[in-house]
């Protein structure tokens, strides 16, 4: 739910080809010249509809992020969770801050004390220490570091 990173819409009536659309690319986009055409296709709609609706559940915050997923790790880069525990008052100044760093990948706001958790994706490992101190800078609140112990693979898949 990176939606948290700006704030949200109303959210918006999904009719059924919306909601095609949704559990369709879910599955991923094929590779081959004109994905969305490709998709369109299976979908009974035409190539600039598909690429309407999706704009238009960006917009309305239905999709939160819609691109591929890179694995840092096995191209180089580095990867980790992160969390800080911000003030109510100062979250909306925070959230601009945090987002404003280009290697946040994933803000999510959490019901706890670490209440704004995000993914830190970096170009090299050594990056995620230099973007810390760079996000603990700009916020003036101390990052919790998380990185990853082990790896697990899950598919999730959200019917809509």
């Not at 890179?70 to 100062?90: I, N, S």
């Not at 800078?137 to 809509?160: D, Y």
């Amino acid at each position: 739910m990176s939606g948290e990173r700006v704030s949200r819409p109303e959210p918006a009536e999904l009719d059924d080809a919306d909601r095609r659309i949704v559990n369709r690319l879910q599955e991923g986009l094929p590779l081959c010249e004109r994905p969305y055409a490709f998709v369109a296709a299976e979908l009974a709609l035409s190539e600039g509809e598909l690429l309407y609706r999706l704009e238009r559940l960006l917009e309305a915050g239905v999709l939160s992020r819609f691109g591929p997923m890179y694995h840092a790790e096995r191209l180089g880069g580095g990867l980790t969770l992160a969390a800080l525990a911000v003030p109510e008052a100062d979250y909306e100044r925070v959230i601009a801050a945090v987002n404003a760093f280009p290697e946040v990948a994933h803000n999510y706001r959490r019901e706890h004390r670490l209440n704004m958790w995000f993914v830190l994706a970096t170009e090299t490992p050594q990056r995620i220490g230099e973007v810390i101190a760079a996000i603990e800078a700009a916020t003036g609140l101390a990052v919790f570091n998380m990185p990853k112990q082990e790896e697990f693979h899950v598919r999730l898949h959200l019917p809509v």
